[in-house]
Every structure is written in C-alpha cells, then in structure tokens.
C-alpha cells in the first residue's frame, strides 16, 4: 500500500520538542554513529524519515524510540545540526500520547498549560477533600512524642482509596500497553507469535524494568557520563519503587503514629529509598539547569513537571516523617495535605498520560522486540530458514 | 613563444648530438635505468654528450643543455623525460638558449610510456627508453632548422550570439583593444538571462545582468553590434577569417523585425562562438506533461512565482497549496528506459543548474508564502558550486520534503485524489524503498539544458560536437575553451550546461584566449606543414582530393620548360600538418617539415638498431614482448 505522505506529523512533533527535524537531509551519521542502534532496528534517521513523510502508522509501531537512551552522540554529529536526539525525546512523547486512547496524554503534551491546570486542579481536589473528610487535627501525642497521624488521615481509609485510585491508573496503563502491543505487532503482519514466545520474553521485561541495563549500551565518548547518568536515573527509578510499593502495598506498617526507634527498618529503608531519591531527582534538576550535556540541553515542560512534582512529593513526605516524630501537630498535618496534594496530581497525570508510563513502555518494548526475536527464529526453523534480519 | 633564431644550422655538417635522460625525480628513474639509457645510448653514432639529472626541467637542468650546446659545439639536442605536453615547449626554449635551432630538437616521453605504463617491468622499459631514444637521435640526423610561420592577421573578433557569453566576451574583448562584431540572430541583445526573474547567488533579476552588459556594450565604440543576424559564410583561418552575415529572416518568420539587418561581409581574425543552449523540451506525458495542465516546466513556473500576488500562486485559477520539484528531466537519462532523443542517443548527461535553480526557487517560493509545502523529488542533490549548498541547507530549514528516485525507475504522475489534481507516486530511497504517493497542486519540471539545433552554424564553422551534441573543446584541462578550429573559441552554453558564473568565466577565458592569438599585427603559427617541392611535383593532382582542410591545398600554375604546369602549393594558414596528402604522392615532391618521410624511416632503423645493454636483458624483454 503505497502511503500518502502528509506534513501534519513534523508540526506535532515540533511541539513536542523536536527542533530544526527539518533541515535532516539523511545523510545516516545518526543512525551509523548511534552506539544502541542494530541492523533490524536502526535508527534515529528510519524515525526521522517516518516524521518528515508523515507516516504515523509507522511511526506508532515503531519499538525504536524506546531503545534510544538519548546519549546525545546523534545530535552532536549532526551536520546539519538537525538534533536528532531531540526528535527520540520528541517522537516518545507522541508516542505516550498515541497509545492513550483517551486522547489525554496528548493534550496534555501539546499544550503544557492544559497539563499544568491538571495538576493545580487535582491538587485542589485533595485539599477540598481532606477538608471536607480528614479526622480531627488532635495535638495529643502518643507516648513517644509522636503525632497522631492516623486519627487526622487513618491509613485503611487512606490505603482504601489507595488502591481504588492505583487500579483505576492500572487499567488506563494497561489498556495503552495493549494499544502499544497491538501496534508494534502489527508492523509484521507475517509474523506468527507463539505464546511460548511471550513467557520465555518475560525474563528480558523483568531485566529491563529493574535494571535498565540496556541504557549502559550507550557507549562511545562519554561512556563515563553514561554511567553516572545511569546511576542518578537508577537512584530515581529506585527510590521511587521502594516508595511506591511502601505506600500502596504496606501503607499501615509504614505510615504509623508509632515512633520506632532508628534501627528498624521502618525508618532506614524509608531514609534510604527517600534519600536516593533526592540525590536522583535533585542532579536531574540541577543539570536540567546547567544544560551542560546534549541530552539536557532541551527540556520540555513536561519534563520539569514531572521532576518538580517528584522532588515536591519527597520533600514533603521527609518534612511529614520529621515533623510527626518530633510531635509538630500542625506542621505534620498541613505537610501531610500538602504531600497527598502533590502525589496524588503526580500518579495520576503522569503515571498513563506522561512522563512516567515510560516506565512501563521502555520495558515493554524490549520485551515486545524479544518477543519477535523469537517469534522470528521459531517461524525460520520450521521453515528450515536462517533467521534473517527484517530489511533496515 | 619562441622566434626564428639567427642561427643557421648546415644540414650537411656531421651530427653532433647531446642526449639528456630526466630521472624525474624517482617517477622515471624507479622503474627505468636512467644510468643504463644514457651510458648505452653512446654507442648510438652521433651522440656526443649523454647525461642524466634528476629534474632536466629544472632551471639548472636546462642551463646544462645550453652550455653543453656552447662547449661541445652540438647541434642535436634529444630530452628524454616526460610527455611532450608537459615540457617540449620548455626544452626548445632551453635549446634556443644554447644559440641552436628550437626545432633541432626532439623529445622523447619515458614517463607516460615508460616508466609509469611498464612499472612492473623495469629492465623491459629500460630497453624500450634506450630504443625510443635511438629513433629520436636518428630522425634527428634528418632533422632541419625550422621556422615559425608568421602570417599577417586582422586585429578583430567575430562573438556569435549575443546573450550573456557573447556580452561578457564582447566587453572583455574591446577592454583589450580588440575590435568586435558582435552578432546576434534575435532583434534584441540578451538571451535566456532575460527570461530569469531571479539568479542565484545574487538574487538580482537576469534582466538588471543584461541590461549592465549591454549598456556597456553599446558605449563601446570598439564593439559593433549586428542584431537580427546570422552567419551566411565563413572562410579562412586564423587571423584572416572572411565573414558573410546576413537579416536572420528565416523562411516563413515573415513580418520579424530584422531591425534594418543586411547582408554584410566582415574581416575578423578570430570567432567566439557564444550560442547558448536550449531547454530541455518534455516529450507528450513525460511526468504527465500536457497530460495534466498542473505539470509546467521550470521557465514557466520561474515567470509564474516572479508574477504572483501577495496572496499566493495562481495557476489557471486554481491558488497553489503544495507544489513538487521534479529534478533531471531531460538529463542524466538511461538507456532503455528514457526514449532516445531526435539523434537516437539519450542525454545522459547531468545538466548541472537545475538542481540549484530547483533550491533557489524553492527557498524563494517557501520565504514569500510559508504556507506552500513544498517537495522535492531527486535522484541526488548536485548542489555543487560556491554557495548552493546553502540553498540546500536553506530549503530543508524551510521544512522543504525530499524525496529520492532511481534513475531506473522515475516517478509517476497520475491523476490526484481528494481535491488534489495531480500525485506523484515513486519508491522513494530516502524511506527504504517504500512506495509513496505525494498529492500536488502543481508539478514544476526542472528542464535540464540540451544543445540548441545549430546544424548551419556546425557545417559553416566545421565544429566538432561531443557526443551530448554540445561544441567539444580540444581538451577539457590544457585547452578548456579552444576548439579543433584554430581561432575558434567557445564560450558559455554552447559548450555544456553551465550556470551564468561559470559562463561569465568561460567567455572571460575565451576573450583574453582570443586577445592572445590577436595581440599582434599578424600570427604565428608551428611550421609542421606540408611543403611542396616544385621541382619534383608532376602536378598529377592526386593529393587534392586527400585533403580534408578547404583551400589548404591550392593549384599555382609555373612555367616549366616553357610550357605552363599546374602544380600544388599549400597554404600554411590553412594546412594542420595531417600529413594525409603525403602517402598519395608518387614522386615524394609533398613532405611534412619536421615530420619527413626520411625522418621516418630513420626512426624504424633507429628502433632496430638500437645498442641493447646485455644479453640477459635483451632476451628477457624479449619474452616479454617489449622488442619492435
């Protein structure tokens, strides 16, 4: 089927971030420089290609804007100074948008101010309804000098609305896994995926998630700036998992009116996972500012949002810790509003419709390009075939 | 240029020779045993001096040979170093300097056909150089003082055409003293360039280009101009070409003003053919032109942006939202698969402009109406000279969309869908060979250049043509804007598709070559002629029709005997020294000065002769297949 070339698509991406994606004239020194970049799936300059015709079908299929770390080598040899970085960061937020079926995600996106109001919005919706519906602010302490906590916002209530709030985000994730799934499949109509295909995968989806090791792949000149850069996402990626899983799965051993002493785990692992987070979120900032690597040179509203809200919801959260076990009534209940005013926004506009479902969506690309990996062997042996790569 | 010499050489005096072997700096002497020619060539009778350096073109080189000539009293000089092309002209200059005849002289190339061709041989080259040498030093025991051929010539040049070649080379001409007749068919001055709204790199219109030439032209009282003319007639040879010009009034252009054009008949000493060349002229539905009235050429959409209002392009009506570049129409075609043109071949040549002109006008398209999208479809971006790369760089900036074909598989152009009149469907390479189709409102053909239809001119001026149908120079590098013709010179267009900066530079080169051959009073000319011996010519006329020059061979009654003989006399104006007349002639009374029959044969039983360093060698190069 022969595609009819439009140029909405390049003006999209545009406002996404992609910069000069005009001035491309597809030389390849991206695509031959990109230390992640393989025979069948090569790229930046296929995606770069797909934008300037318009092919958005192609574009939405595609798993390589999930493989590229934006290490920044492309954007750097560039000679026509195209910043083909800037269009991956750029085509994964089309690409966030897209799957959402919502059509959210994208608004979001392609007007900063709709996905600032979201959050502003939400956040008043948690103060409305903690003043509406929080327990008494008692000053009475518990015998250790600790606030009580639980009486203001009592943690099965809390966890309650918890979990109503995680699942409903679960089934939005999900329902765009499965539009992103559909779609990457489909730019191999030929191929027959045997579900055996999709468990042994599942090992590479665990891998990734957790480890994020195929961003050490970005090798080349800045190998050392690679894996410090790892490193502070690796902080971030766990510091928050550890704080997730806390708050969502032990919300009532975590969040107690009982002051244990330094030693329990209570108290270390949340310092650890808090303090990780900090020093992640906090150089991210920081080199937001500097603009002092490629990859931080242009950066997208919604990625200050996301950074912002993070480094909010953490500091908040250490001031309730502190102010609750020094018995600062008060402060621990406004710091506590404050807290769930900004986590709540957090979760809910990013975790499907931005930033944040690339925590989901890196993984499960990965996953998905194992999948047809195997799928791919498994078709050649019965056809007593050499797996050949797809054509680049 | 070298001058007639006051010395006088006696032919019959015993051959004195001097031979100089050029090691070339390693390029003969690693391959070719400099020591080996120079020792063996000794025994060569004759030879008095035998020498080798390491660069003979050197100045002290050339000072050796002229104080050999002094102190050993030679009066035959042989280089053997690298190709005549390169330094003969140096080593007659050298000779003359030693007080010897330039043309007692002979070179032999060792480099080109020896040491560069037969690197793998050494010993078998070293045999070639010592029997080439051989033959150089026995045709010179036949070898003549000779002398340059002066003829008187017209201080005046003939420009034919008069667009912006002949403009430039007329101006350049008359600013060296030269007088012009500057001839153009059409009723005004100008040519194509008028028809360009817009030129790149300046920006400036085509017209404002003219019109300062031509107001330069018409002030100058050295340059005559004759428009609505053409070439009736030419005769003659450099320095002495007869014109015949007469009123451009083709048959049936009835009611053309020929503003007062006569026939005429004009004295010039050289001719600069500026003729320009012509677009490229789609055939019926090549990408759907005059199939689809949205398909135009490149000179119509140039005259369709310049007339367009603030609001947008209109074409038949119809505003223009997107529009395509389709490159390489008419050129860089392929057997096979492109229908030959009227000659039977196809222009397989790239013409050069359009790729920058495509750019350029869709810079300036997408500059006034950003809206316009624009593409572009290609085989390759050409963009070759002094700032179109930044028309490249610019149009992509401007969010321009390329696309690249095949040459083997062009671009379809088919009926439009959705409100769009016309798409263009191709496998575009730029995205892996996927087939895609691009909507437009107008499809703009960049028309590449072809050779104008100019047979009349080619028959009167005896014009080789490439095998593009374009004028062909002597030699693209060493003579780039000569012509076979002596004192013919082409400039601009007519020679290859060219941009108006490298025609300025082309009719710029040809009116100072121009200038050179008319610099003086009269001309001078090698004296490789062929000559008649009265005494012996039987005026039997067998050698007319051998010769393919007009008037190089001219019948000249004398008294013999008392009766009156038609015999055959060469003009050295016209004769090129072919040599063709030579052969035919029973009595050997015709001869090429410098070029003898005798020298000739020499040169056999030198190669023959020649003394070969050792047996091993010899039976080696033997085996080789290296002896004559």
């Not at chain 1, 996404?16 to 069948?40: H, Y």
């Not at chain 2, 150089?136 to 003549?144: C, I, K």
């Amino acid at each position: 089927m022969a595609h009819v070339v439009n140029t909405d698509l390049v003006d999209d991406l545009k406002t996404l971030g992609a910069r000069q994606i005009e001035a491309c004239f597809n030389c390849g020194n991206c695509t031959a420089v990109c230390p992640l970049s393989k025979d069948d799936v090569a790229f930046p300059r296929r995606i770069i290609r797909y934008v300037q015709t318009g092919m958005k079908d192609r574009l939405c299929g595609s798993i390589e804007p999930w493989l590229c770390y934006y290490c920044g080598q492309c954007s750097e040899t560039c000679p026509r100074n195209a910043k083909p970085g800037e269009l991956m960061m750029a085509a994964r937020r089309y690409l966030i948008g897209a799957y959402d079926w919502t059509g959210i995600g994208r608004r979001l996106y392609l007007d900063s101010r709709v996905e600032l109001g979201a959050v502003l919005g939400l956040a008043a919706i948690v103060v409305v309804l903690f003043v509406l519906f929080a327990g008494p602010m008692t000053t009475e302490l518990t015998a250790e000098g600790g606030v009580k906590l639980n009486t203001f916002a009592p943690a099965r209530v809390i966890e309650l609305l918890d979990w109503g709030m995680g699942g409903l985000l679960a089934v939005l994730l999900l329902s765009n896994v499965w539009r992103m799934h559909r779609w990457i499949m489909r730019r191999e109509p030929g191929l027959k995926v045997p579900l055996g295909a999709y468990i042994r995968g599942l090992a590479t989806l665990f891998t990734h998630f957790f480890t994020q090791k195929q961003w050490l792949g970005c090798k080349g000149a800045g190998e050392r700036i690679t894996a410090t850069k790892w490193f502070k996402h690796f902080c971030i990626f766990a510091g928050y998992v550890t704080m997730f899983v806390l708050i969502v799965v032990f919300l009532r051993w975590f969040q107690t009116d009982a002051v244990h002493p330094i030693w329990h785990p209570q108290r270390w692992v949340g310092y650890i996972a808090t303090g990780a987070l900090l020093y992640g979120v906090g150089s991210a900032l920081v080199a937001r500012w500097q603009k002092r690597h490629e990859s931080h040179k242009h950066s997208h509203p919604s990625d200050w949002i996301f950074l912002v809200l993070l480094l909010l919801t953490t500091v908040s959260g250490i001031l309730v810790h502190l102010f609750r076990i020094n018995g600062l009534a008060y402060a621990t209940y406004v710091t506590y509003v404050i807290h769930m005013a900004v986590l709540v926004p957090m979760l809910v506009v990013e975790v499907p419709f931005s930033k944040w479902a690339h925590l989901a969506y890196r993984p499960i690309a990965l996953y998905l390009q194992r999948v047809q990996q195997q799928a791919r062997e498994t078709q050649a042996r019965t056809a007593n075939l050499q797996p050949q790569p797809v054509q680049s | 240029m070298i001058r007639g010499s006051a010395q006088v050489e006696s032919v019959a005096s015993e051959p004195r020779i001097g031979v100089y072997v050029c090691r070339c700096g390693g390029n003969i002497s690693d391959v070719i045993d400099t020591e080996k020619v120079a020792e063996t060539i000794k025994l060569v009778p004759g030879v008095r001096v035998s020498k080798v350096h390491s660069f003979m073109c050197s100045e002290p080189g050339q000072a050796m040979i002229a104080e050999d000539i002094k102190k050993e009293q030679l009066n035959r000089v042989v280089v053997a170093s690298c190709s005549p092309f390169l330094h003969e002209l140096t080593f007659r200059v050298a000779v003359r300097r030693g007080g010897l005849n330039p043309y007692l002289y002979e070179h032999v190339n060792i480099r080109e056909q020896g040491s560069w061709a037969h690197h793998g041989d050494p010993e078998g080259a070293t045999v070639k150089a010592i029997r080439l040498v051989a033959a150089a030093v026995h045709r010179l025991y036949h070898a003549e003082p000779l002398e340059q051929i002066r003829l008187p010539s017209h201080r005046r040049a003939l420009v034919i055409g008069g667009g912006i070649a002949g403009l430039k080379a007329a101006v350049d001409l008359a600013a060296k003293g030269v007088g012009v007749v500057l001839v153009e068919r059409e009723p005004e001055l100008g040519g194509r360039v008028l028809g360009l709204a817009r030129l790149f790199p300046t920006d400036d219109s085509g017209r404002a280009q003219i019109d300062r030439l031509v107001r330069e032209v018409c002030n100058n009282p050295n340059i005559e101009v004759l428009t609505g003319t053409v070439i009736k007639g030419v005769s003659g040879f450099l320095g002495n070409y007869d014109i015949a010009v007469g009123p451009a009034l083709a048959a049936g252009a009835a009611g053309v003003d020929v503003g007062g054009a006569k026939d005429k008949k004009l004295s010039v000493g050289a001719i600069i053919v500026a003729t320009g060349h012509d677009y490229y002229r789609p055939s019926l539905g090549e990408y759907g032109f005059k199939r689809y009235t949205q398909v135009v050429t490149m000179p119509e959409f140039i005259d369709l942006l310049a007339g367009a209002s603030g609001d947008g392009i209109q074409w038949n009506g119809q505003r223009i939202h997107r529009i395509g570049f389709m490159h390489c129409v008419g050129s860089r075609q392929i057997e096979g698969i492109h229908p030959p043109q009227g000659d039977g071949k196809v222009n397989d040549y790239c013409s050069r402009v359009c790729c920058t002109t495509v750019l350029h006008q869709a810079v300036h398209a997408k500059r006034r109406f950003p809206n316009l999208a624009v593409f572009d479809f290609h085989q390759d971006i050409r963009t070759y000279g002094r700032l179109h790369e930044d028309y490249y760089r610019r149009a992509s900036e401007a969010g321009v969309i390329f696309f690249r074909f095949h040459g083997d598989d062009p671009p379809l152009v088919e009926e439009g869908v959705d409100g769009f009149p016309i798409q263009v469907r191709l496998k575009d390479w730029l995205t892996w060979g996927e087939e895609v189709v691009v909507p437009l409102d107008l499809l703009v053909l960049a028309v590449g250049m072809v050779a104008r239809d100019n047979r009349e001119l080619v028959n009167l001026l005896k014009l080789p043509t490439g095998a593009d149908r374009f004028f062909q120079e002597v030699h693209p590098k060493l003579r780039p804007v000569e012509t076979s013709v002596n004192g013919i010179l082409l400039a601009g267009s007519a020679q290859a598709p060219m941009t108006i900066e490298e025609t300025l530079a082309s009719a710029s080169a040809a009116a100072s070559k121009a200038a050179c051959l008319l610099a003086h009073d009269s001309v001078e000319l090698e004296p490789f002629k062929a000559r008649v011996d009265a005494d012996k010519c039987i005026g039997c006329g067998l050698c007319f029709p051998e010769c393919a020059y007009e008037g190089a061979l001219v019948r000249t009654s004398v008294e013999r005997e008392g009766k009156t003989v038609t015999l055959a006399k060469v003009n050295p104006g016209l004769c090129v020294g072919c040599g063709a007349c030579v052969p035919v002639c029973p009595t050997r009374a015709i001869d090429l000065q410098g070029w003898t029959l005798n020298q000739f044969e020499a040169m056999v039983d030198g190669l023959l002769s020649a003394p070969l360093p050792s047996k091993e060698v010899t039976s080696e190069s033997s085996s080789h297949g290296q002896t004559h």
